[in-house]
Structure formats: C-alpha cells, structure tokens
C-alpha cells in the first residue's frame, strides 16, 4: 500500500502572527468576538472564486459555534480553528501550491477531437472562465491526432457551449474571449518529437513567467502511457508545477490498476496526478460531508445503532448507446460501482478525518475501504438489458450495438450487498444498484433508520413497520435535494398518520445554478486540491474489494438476468435486498 510521505501533507492553518495589526468580527453562537487579524502578507493570494477559503469561512470553533470572519478590507478572510481553540487565518503559504498573480496557467486537452473534451471538458472551462474562476494568464490547447487549426478547434468548441450559456449575461462576449484562449496541435500521443512542438507554442503563449501546465488525458486508457511519458519528458514546466488528470478506467482489476499505477509513476509523483471520480465532484456529494460533520442532528445517528440499511442507486434511462465499444470491455460493475458509488459509499461511511485536508480525508476513506468485505458472486445480481417495444416504439437490446458482441454477457445492470466489518457498521448491508436503460434517470443515497422500539403508534400504523420507518435521501441527480421522511399527524380530531418530508429542495431553496462536476474538480487540479481526486491506495483498496467477484463473474461466465429496456430491471434485485431484510426505497410508493 502506498502511504504519502509526511513531508507532502501540508499544514493549511498558520498560527497568527503576534504583531497582527488589524481586526475583524466573528458572529458565533455566543455573541460577536473581536479578533486580531493577519497583516495583509499573510492573506490569500485571491479569495474571489476559491472555495478554498470559503471552506474555511465556516468553520466549527471549539465550544461548537460556528464562525465566519468578515474583514472590511478584505471582505472575506479565511481562518481555521487551531487545536488550541486559537483562530488561525490562512496564509500564502497554504497556496503556494497555486497560482501567484503573473503565474501563467496552460491547460493541454488531450484527445481534445473527443466526446469528453466536447461534452464536459470545454464547457466546464469556459463556465470557470465566465464565472473569472481561471487565472490571468491561462492558455488552453486541444491536442489530438485528427488534424485542426485553431479556427476549426473554436468552432467546434463554440458549439457545445451554446447549450450552457444561454441564460447568462454577455455570453457572446464572454465566449468570444474564452474562444481567443484556445489553440489546437496536433500530433501523435506517443511522439515526443510532436510534444516539444507543443512546449515551444505553450512557452509562447507563457511569455516568460512561471509557467504551470496541466494535462488532461480525455483519451482511450491504453494510449495513457503514451501520453503521459511523451508529456513529461517533452512539455513538463521547467519552473512551475506540471500535474496530469487521468479519466478512468483506472485498469480492470488489481493487476491492471496496479501496473497503470506503476507506469504513471515512473513519470509523475503521486501528487501530480490527478485521478478524477466526477462523482466526487456533484454538488450532493461535496454536500456529504457537511451534512455529517456540522450538524449535530446526523452524526451521533449514523451508525449500526440507528441504521438499518444505506442504498446508493444509479439509474440511467438509456443505453450504452455510442459508447458500446468501450462499455463491453468494463460492464456496470466497473464502469458505475466500483468508482463512482463505492466513492459515495466511502464517504457516507468514513470516520470523521482529523480535518478538511485532502490527506486526512484520504485517510479515513481508505480505512473504511479497506475494512470492506471482498464481494462474491453470492453478493450480487447482475442483468442485461432486451428490446422492448412501448408505444410503437422499439428500442434496442444491448446486444443490438454494432460495437457489442452478439453473445456479450456484459452486465449493464447489477445490484450487490456490501458489509464494513468495522465497530460503526457491522451488519448493516450497503446495497448498491446500477444500471443503464432503466426506466428513469437518478443517483441517489438512501439512508433507512431502524423501527422505534416499543413505537406507542404501532397500533395506528399497522403491521408494516417498514412503512414507518425514517428515511434520508439525498438525491444527486436530476433536481438535487435532501428530504427526510417522517411520521405525522394528519391534522384533525382524530389520529391518522402521515408519512410526510422535510425537504431541502435545492431549486427552491437556491437561484444560482449548479455547477457541473468538471467545473469543480478542473479548478481543484489548478488550484492543487486534492480532496476530490483518488490516491492511489484508494483506488487498490477499491480494486481488492470487486476483482475476486469480477473474475469470477468472468470465469463462470455468468448469465445475466434479461430485462425490457425502460423497466425497473430484474426482479433478481429485489430478492437481493430482501435476503437482507431490505426494500428497495426507490420502488416504493412514497418515494
Ligand atoms: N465520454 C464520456 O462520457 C466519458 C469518458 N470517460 C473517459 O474519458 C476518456 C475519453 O473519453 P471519450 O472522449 O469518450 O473518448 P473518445 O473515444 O472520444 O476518444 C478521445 C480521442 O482520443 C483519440 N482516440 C480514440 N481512440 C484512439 C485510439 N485507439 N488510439 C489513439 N487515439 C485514439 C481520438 O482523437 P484523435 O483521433 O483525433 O487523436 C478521440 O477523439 C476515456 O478514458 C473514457 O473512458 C469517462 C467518463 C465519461
Ligand atoms: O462515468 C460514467 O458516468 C456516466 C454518468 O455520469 P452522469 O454525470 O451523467 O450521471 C455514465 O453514463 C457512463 O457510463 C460512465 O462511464
């Protein structure tokens, strides 16, 4: 297992200077305090888009209030409690790992003529432009083999961010100058000869400043080595930083994970690449942990004591249309469980890291990982999706891809049954489901507590205690919110009970948009945050726990059970989760 060298871990508090010299009022629980604020040296480089101080403009103080500091000059100063109960603010020191004001920013896109690069990766940066999240001095290149000018890569650019922009301001504009950042070469993934062509135009556009390069690999895996050795020997930075996002499929299995590991390392640092979970990166999943760890109400509840089961479901409502090619080699189980939902999982179910700190909360979802139970094929039910014909409407098997083989057995659906054999979670099943074609689109968690012992209703509810039990969902997607479902009474002379929610309804509740995931996690890699990205013994204890099933699966070569594209998948499922005493909280009525 590989474990980072305390020298990398970075302190972000700094203590507080005794020759401060300005002040600033915090609102606490108790009152406002006047506190000694740092002389401006040891304020942050920038503190306008950076969530990095806001994660540190509110911060829990020692007797549980909580505190934001407000600096007239500044408008906001981020500060950290100390262990000492001391406010500490942090300081330049904290990003150096940054970017300073004339420090240039290049961001290459690798595979730029791709799906990815259009879908997502553009856009997102083109939002972090608009919102003036990107620094100064940043240029982005499309690399690719296909061959582009800078006129052509803008156009096609231009196309996709129609649809993100439509209801913002001065978008024509604001394009217009996102469009004249962008420049294309092309060359092959595997010549180092093109790379340097590439690192001469980039130290063009850096103009001689400290240059800092970011490469995001949006290519098919088995050219990532390629890529990666080419990159670092022809257009590393010479004097700035130079770190690398790397798309999953990270491998198939331990072995292969392992030595892409292994190959990324004899040309990267572990703290230059960038292993990007764009699960990691949506607005519910960031929202995990804070729901944990600053309210009080769900923390002392979240363990075996009060929860009977957690349920992390992904559904889409399409096939694997276009990506067949790539899906048959990985299936759901890869593709969907092992990375984005057993992520969530390690999250919900970690201990409370030691701080907000990437290596710390690293820490602890490793731990959990690794407390987890390796799946076998007992564990797990899998299924493929057929044709299905509704409304005059025929649509496909998975089979029925060009790109897939006839007789593929290729899960596109699988629900399985986790254990963390740990103090906090012994016994209680995480069921996991994923699949595609489906008859709705949704990612969320499901939380579902225990009965009241003795409950003094039982008689009015009924025998089906499953239908009064509590349950927190937090939905991920589509239309964000976090609602608790409760019992209450009808209003009215007589007693009848409710289930009702208490619902955070995200559009509701807030104006501004959602950010896309690619947004966040791209300025995290700019920014040098780790948090959201996985190390590389995460990802070997999330590989341990699915390969001995996935060879199996693979061995045995296991049928999958079929089901109509556009249902609710098999029924296999649901004698999973009830082999655990478990319903399945999406297919209920009161959903
Ligand atoms: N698309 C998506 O929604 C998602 C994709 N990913 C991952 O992101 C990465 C990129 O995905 P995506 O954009 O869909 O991939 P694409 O298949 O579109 O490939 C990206 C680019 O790579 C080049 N390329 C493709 N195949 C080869 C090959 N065999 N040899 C050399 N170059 C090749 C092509 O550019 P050119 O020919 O111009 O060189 C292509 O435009 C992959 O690792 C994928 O698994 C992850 C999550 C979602
Ligand atoms: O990583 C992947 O995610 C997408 C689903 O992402 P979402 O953000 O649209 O929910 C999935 O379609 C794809 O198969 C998978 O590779």
Not at 62 to 88: H, I, Y
Request: hydrophobic share 35%; aromatic share 10%.
């Amino acid at each position: 297992m590989e474990t980072i060298p305390s020298s990398r871990i970075r302190s972000h508090a700094t203590a507080l200077p005794s020759h401060s010299t300005q002040s600033s009022s915090v609102h606490g629980r108790n009152g406002t305090a006047t506190l000694p604020l740092a002389p401006k040296k040891f304020l942050p480089a920038k503190a306008s888009c950076r969530r990095k101080s806001s994660i540190n403009a509110l911060v829990g103080l020692q007797d549980g209030a909580v505190a934001a500091a407000v600096n007239p000059v500044e408008k906001e100063v981020p500060f950290k409690t100390l262990k000492d109960g001391l406010l500490a603010f942090t300081s330049l020191e904290e990003n150096k790992d940054t970017n300073g004001d004339g420090d240039s920013v290049s961001i290459t896109v690798v595979g730029a003529s791709g799906d990815l690069a259009k879908k997502k990766i553009f856009p997102a940066l083109f939002a972090l432009f608009y919102e003036g999240c990107l620094p100064q001095h940043f240029t982005i290149y499309g690399y690719a083999r296909s061959k582009m000018t800078d006129v052509e890569l803008r156009n096609m650019v231009s196309k996709t961010l129609t649809c993100r922009i439509d209801k913002r301001e001065n978008c024509a504009e604001k394009m217009d100058q996102f469009l004249k950042r962008c420049f294309y070469h092309s060359g092959q993934y595997d010549s180092p000869e093109n790379f340097v062509e590439l690192d001469k135009k980039l130290k063009q556009h850096e103009g001689g400043r400290v240059s800092n390069r970011l490469f995001y690999l949006s290519i098919p895996p088995n050219i990532f080595i390629d890529a990666v050795r080419c990159a670092s020997s022809s257009a590393s930075s010479g004097n700035g930083w130079t770190r690398v996002i790397v798309e999953k499929p990270f491998g198939r299995d331990s072995e292969s994970s392992a030595a892409l590991t292994k190959s990324l390392k004899q040309y990267l640092d572990e703290d230059q690449i960038f292993r990007i979970d764009h699960y990691l990166g949506k607005e519910l999943v960031e929202n995990l942990s804070v729901l944990r760890f600053s309210n009080l109400i769900f923390e002392p509840l979240w363990s075996r004591q009060y929860i009977r089961n957690v349920q992390l479901i992904f559904s889409e409502d399409f096939g694997t249309e276009g990506r067949g090619g790539y899906f048959d080699n990985y299936g759901i189980i890869r593709d969907i469980m092992q990375n984005h939902l057993l992520q969530i999982l390690a999250l919900f179910a970690m201990e409370t890291p030691v701080s907000l700190d990437a290596e710390d909360i690293r820490n602890e979802k490793v731990k959990v990982l690794r407390s987890m139970r390796p799946l076998t094929l007992d564990d797990v039910v899998i299924g493929q999706y057929k044709s299905h014909t509704k409304g005059g409407i025929t649509y496909p098997a998975y089979t029925d891809d060009k790109t897939v083989p006839k007789d593929s057995l290729t899960p596109t659906f699988a629900a399985a049954a986790l254990f963390i054999d740990n103090a906090r979670w012994d016994g209680v099943p995480f069921l996991m489901k994923a699949g595609k074609a489906l008859h709705n689109k949704r990612a969320e968690i499901r939380v579902q507590f225990r009965h009241v012992p003795g409950n003094l209703y039982n008689r009015i509810i009924g025998t089906d205690l499953d239908l009064a039990t509590n349950e927190l969902v937090i939905r991920v997607q589509p239309d964000e919110a976090i609602y608790l479902k409760i019992n209450n009474k009808v209003p009215g002379l007589g007693m009848r009970l409710d289930r009702s929610n208490l619902n955070l309804h995200y559009a509701a509740r807030y104006s501004k948009e959602i950010p896309d995931a690619y947004e966040r996690l791209l300025l995290d890699a700019i920014e040098g945050e780790r948090r959201l990205f996985i190390r590389s013994d995460e990802l070997e204890a999330a590989w341990a726990l699915f390969t001995p099933l996935l060879k199996e699966l693979e061995e045995k070569k296991t049928i999958p059970e079929y089901y109509p594209y556009g249902s609710r998948g098999p029924v296999g499922a649901h004698y999973l989760a009830a082999r655990y005493n478990v319903r399945w909280g999406d297919l209920t009525v009161d959903q």
